[in-house]
């Protein structure tokens, strides 16, 4: 609404008043069946002559003199009448995919990249634009392959609000992190809505998308996929060959059932079994005394790479920055745990701290912690700056050191 009134008249009961329009709004119900608007309630300030003077003379009280007339101030309340609209059902032929979406609507599916390296980011935008109810459109559902992780969307609303109803776009951008290389699929569910102009639903189906993953440097992380693996079968072999040769048989003179070889080989699997359990507990000593070690210096470890890391900060190197900072928590934590950095992983941290007795308030700050500076390393400049990263690994840190004993 424009900010100065725009007045005009209009006859009421033989009346002819100023009119204003002070307020419109454009509503969108949520269910069927005969609803009612609220009336709109308010204060207006009515200025009210006064008792008029018996002395004719007394022009400086007359109220209808334009200049010196005596009024006064009066508070009026107004109420509008409720205003009561009847809301149609919408058919009963809805898709499965339908959320809501009424209006002329169309829907863009992108990425940014086709071709990536491992442990980079990509940013999946879904655009919806056109004309009906955009702000309460929800993303349609993203089917991201195992190996890839995923944030949670950010959504972004360019709404205009007309008389003839409401235009723009709603944006849900995702960012993936894929794990592995490889070629994958992301698909997206289809878009439906229901067409105002046409009576009917419509359902937008959109696409696979291909990523084409590439090999990362430093490695790959260890990520179970869930992708269930076939049996090897070793096919030719089970079968021999048919010889049709003469068969040369030897007769042996001596039986084996009583040889000393015989016996030999009745001890060997006992003997072999002695010898491996020795092996495996001498491996087993000696890696649980290098993982004690480990353990014991593991903060010792943590607060050079932190030193690095703060180095990296000072001289404004961001990206090597959050790489030692990751190193450092990661590093810190498969030390005090003595897990190997190929099995680490969120759930074996957690199930890990958990049956050290760490609260869960804890773990739950060190995981935050570490998706606060993986996000910052993908994301560019979004999320929070590097000091309070770097502040942050430092506490959590040294309360994960205090805890685990």
């Not at 003199?65 to 508070?75: E, I």
């Not at 289809?190 to 430093?218: H, M, N, R």
Request: charged fraction near 25%.
């Amino acid at each position: 609404m424009p900010q100065q009134l725009e007045l005009h008249t209009e006859n009421y009961d033989g009346v002819n008043y100023r009119v204003a329009e002070i307020k419109k709004a454009i509503l969108f119900p949520q269910h069927s069946g005969n609803l009612t608007l609220d009336p709109l309630e308010g204060e207006v300030i009515a200025r009210i002559p006064t008792k008029q003077s018996n002395d004719p003379f007394d022009i400086f009280n007359n109220p209808f003199n334009p200049f010196f007339g005596n009024v006064r101030d009066v508070k009026i309340a107004l109420k509008s009448d409720p205003i009561k609209i009847t809301v149609k059902d919408l058919p009963g032929n809805a898709p499965a995919d339908f959320t809501g979406a009424v209006g002329k609507l169309s829907c863009e599916v992108t990425l940014d990249k086709k071709e990536v390296k491992a442990h980079d980011a990509i940013t999946l935008k879904i655009k919806i634009s056109g004309k009906g109810n955009i702000k309460l459109i929800d993303s349609p559902k993203v089917n991201v392959p195992p190996d890839f992780e995923s944030y949670d969307p950010k959504e972004n609303s360019n709404v205009n609000s007309a008389m003839s109803g409401v235009t723009g776009s709603k944006t849900f951008e995702y960012l993936l992190i894929p794990r592995n290389p490889g070629d994958f699929k992301i698909s997206v569910a289809p878009f439906s809505y229901f067409d105002l102009e046409k009576k009917q639903f419509v359902t937008i189906p959109i696409s696979d998308l291909t990523v084409k993953v590439l090999k990362g440097e430093g490695g790959s992380a260890v990520v179970v996929s869930g992708v269930e693996q076939s049996d090897v079968q070793l096919l030719g072999k089970d079968i021999r060959f048919l010889k049709t040769t003469e068969p040369d048989f030897t007769l042996v003179r001596k039986p084996l059932f009583g040889s000393p070889l015989f016996y030999g080989l009745i001890a060997l699997p006992a003997i072999l079994f002695v010898f491996f359990l020795f092996i495996l507990r001498r491996k087993k000593d000696a890696q649980g005394n290098a993982g004690l070690i480990k353990s014991q210096q593991a903060n010792k470890m943590a607060m050079k790479r932190l030193s690095v890391a703060k180095k990296l900060l000072s001289a404004n190197e961001k990206d090597k920055f959050l790489d030692e900072m990751f190193r450092a928590l990661w590093g810190f934590i498969s030390d005090k745990l003595q897990i190997p950095v190929a099995d680490l992983s969120k759930d074996s941290v957690t199930a890990a701290l958990s049956s050290k007795g760490v609260s869960e308030e804890l773990i739950r700050q060190f995981t935050e912690t570490l998706d606060t500076c993986e996000f910052a390393r993908f994301a560019g400049g979004i999320g929070e700056n590097n000091e309070t990263i770097y502040n942050k690994g430092i506490d959590i840190i040294s309360k994960l050191e205090n805890a685990i004993r």
